[in-house]
């Protein structure tokens, strides 16, 4: 059996530890915070993940910023996802709270976002019910006040449902 130095043990676990890094990087981009979590998953030790999720930060595999607006426009455009629901899937992304509350929503854009959502589950409601529909659109993270001025305006007129 070979016996190795504390030196070439530290090489090995290092580079061990970022060819698993890059493999994880290569399913799909994630947060600083969430590949340290991932590796330590992985059985690596916590200061080893934490220094090469700064070293990939510093060569800008990873960037909280742009995965960010990555995740936005995914919540926005593709799951169509209100501003609270929106956050939370940030949160559990490990994005920082600092780039959370920097991120804007709007009322107006929320309200559209709602009503769009509204015109495509409406393709499969054979009954109109306003409080299943409240429920649902509360699961999906929009605000009462949001979902109140829904009800209001569009699901009141003929031409919605």
Known sequence: MLRMNLKQR????????????????????????????????????????????????????INDKELAGSLLRYCTEQRIMGTASCRAYMRKRGVPEELIRDIEFSDEGEFEKAKKLIERKKRFLKDYDSN????????????????????????NSENML
């Open 10 to 61: 530290n090489n090995v676990t290092q580079a061990g530890i970022k060819s698993c890094a890059l493999k994880l990087l290569t399913y799909r981009a994630r947060s600083e915070s969430e590949m340290v979590n991932r590796l330590c998953l992985k059985g690596f030790d916590r200061v080893e993940a934490q220094k090469t999720a700064e070293y990939l930060k510093e060569i800008g595999l």
């Open 132 to 155: 299943k529909l409240y429920r649902f659109l509360q699961r999906r993270g929009f605000s009462s006040e949001v979902i109140q001025k829904l009800m209001r305006t569009e699901l």
